[in-house]
């Protein structure tokens, strides 16, 4: 079982940059795929970024909307996975969650994020 805890949401402005941090107790990263998610007021969840660990090596998935903005990373010594944001737009503006995937999903509390113009 894995228990993600998100951080480091806040305000900021447009052009502005935040890091996200995803902190998963339980057993080590490379024991799940770790998602990106979040939910603006009144719209769905929606997919954000993704991290997986193949071999030595990582693969990355993002949405098209934050693709060249957002990096994903993951520190397996620290269980933890972040969430890079460059370039932060209003449309940003959202509750950030992160989802481990196993065999079965755990999703953390959530972190708000808000973009000002």
């Known amino acids: 079982q894995v228990q993600p805890v998100e951080s480091g949401g806040g305000l900021v402005q447009a052009g502005g940059s935040l890091r996200l941090s995803c902190a998963a107790s339980?057993?080590?990263?490379?024991?799940?795929?770790m998602g990106w998610f979040r939910q603006a007021p009144g719209k769905e969840r929606e997919f954000v970024a993704s991290?997986?660990?193949?071999?030595?090596?990582?693969?990355?998935v993002y949405a098209d909307s934050v693709k060249g903005r957002f990096t994903v990373s993951g520190d397996n010594a620290k269980k933890t996975v972040y969430l890079q944001m460059n370039s932060l737009k209003p449309e940003d503006t959202a509750v950030y969650y992160c989802?481990?995937?196993?065999?079965?999903?755990?999703w953390g509390q959530g972190t708000q994020v808000t973009v000002s113009s």
């Open positions: 989802r481990a995937v196993g065999r079965s999903v755990y």
């Open positions: 339980g057993r080590t990263l490379s024991s799940y795929t």
């Open positions: 991290i997986r660990w193949s071999g030595g090596s990582t693969v990355t």
